[in-house]
């Protein structure tokens, strides 16, 4: 075969190849470090201490699914749905949790250091006791969620919607940041805010909190505080 015309051929060959959609990920995989089960059906499954580090699970259905005491470090969960999904204990620090539907999902104790929950949805979320230093919840749907005695230090929650959200006993180390963010009805009883970036009065007069709390300069406890003792669970 002449030169020019090999050339040619294999120039053709690699626009074919280029052409050709990516390999689909195999759903049928063993849980294991960097598995792609993007896209796929995993509800309803104990996965209970797997190694998913580094693992792309983006748009995947985890609804009802146990992730307890599992590794999903620097793991890709963007636009995944963990809906009543448990993550009890899990190791996620550095994961992406980016646009995920996590109606009523449990992160209780787990470790969710410098992780991103950009956009997500996490309507009465547990992250009661949780690791989450250096996190980003900006944007999130945080209504009702549970931060108590959670590790909040250097994250934030710009623009976050924080309806009735309850950080009773959460700790606030470094610059959080809390600019625009909704704050109605959120629990703040007892919290020390005195660091917080971006909080201003007409949102500590939407919140609930009391003697004990403490606010940056400049703010003041509102008149109203504090608020009656929530009965809705």
């Given at each position: 075969?002449?030169?020019?015309?090999?050339?040619?051929?294999?120039?053709?060959?690699?626009?074919?190849?280029?052409?050709?959609?990516?390999?689909?990920?195999?759903?049928?995989?063993?849980?294991?470090?960097?598995?792609?089960?993007?896209?796929?059906?995993?509800?309803?499954?104990?996965?209970?201490?797997?190694?998913?580090?580094?693992?792309?699970?983006?748009?995947?259905?985890?609804?009802?699914?146990?992730?307890?005491?599992?590794?999903?470090?620097?793991?890709?969960?963007?636009?995944?749905?963990?809906?009543?999904?448990?993550?009890?204990?899990?190791?996620?620090?550095?994961?992406?949790?980016?646009?995920?539907?996590?109606?009523?999902?449990?992160?209780?104790?787990?470790?969710?250091?410098?992780?991103?929950?950009?956009?997500?949805?996490?309507?009465?979320?547990?992250?009661?006791?949780?690791?989450?230093?250096?996190?980003?919840?900006?944007?999130?749907?945080?209504?009702?969620?549970?931060?108590?005695?959670?590790?909040?230090?250097?994250?934030?929650?710009?623009?976050?919607?924080?309806?009735?959200?309850?950080?009773?006993?959460?700790?606030?180390?470094?610059?959080?940041?809390?600019?625009?963010?909704?704050?109605?009805?959120?629990?703040i009883e007892g919290v020390d805010l005195s660091s917080a970036q971006?909080?201003?009065?007409?949102?500590?007069?939407?919140?609930?909190?009391?003697?004990?709390?403490?606010?940056?300069?400049?703010?003041?406890?509102?008149?109203?505080?504090?608020?009656?003792?929530?009965?809705?669970?």
């Open positions: 075969m002449p030169v020019k015309l090999l050339a040619t051929s294999l120039i053709a060959l690699g626009a074919v190849c280029a052409a050709l959609p990516a390999l689909a990920a195999d759903c049928s995989d063993t849980p294991y470090s960097g598995v792609d089960w993007s896209n796929c059906n995993k509800k309803n499954l104990m996965l209970e201490s797997s190694d998913f580090e580094g693992a792309n699970l983006s748009d995947t259905d985890l609804s009802q699914t146990s992730l307890k005491g599992a590794n999903l470090t620097s793991a890709n969960f963007e636009k995944a749905t963990l809906v009543r999904a448990w993550l009890e204990g899990a190791k996620a620090d550095g994961a992406k949790f980016d646009k995920i539907e996590a109606y009523r999902s449990v992160f209780q104790n787990a470790s969710a250091q410098k992780a991103s929950f950009v956009a997500a949805e996490l309507q009465r979320a547990d992250f009661t006791g949780a690791q989450l230093s250096g996190s980003s919840f900006e944007k999130a749907e945080l209504g009702r969620t549970n931060f108590s005695k959670a590790t909040l230090s250097e994250s934030k929650f710009s623009l976050a919607n924080l309806s009735r959200a309850n950080m009773v006993g959460a700790t606030f180390g470094g610059q959080v940041s809390f600019d625009r963010a909704f704050m109605y009805l959120t629990r971006g909080l201003e009065q007409t949102q500590i007069e939407l919140a609930c909190g009391d003697a004990s709390t403490k606010l940056p300069s400049g703010l003041k406890a509102p008149a109203g505080w504090p608020c009656p003792a929530e009965t809705d669970n």
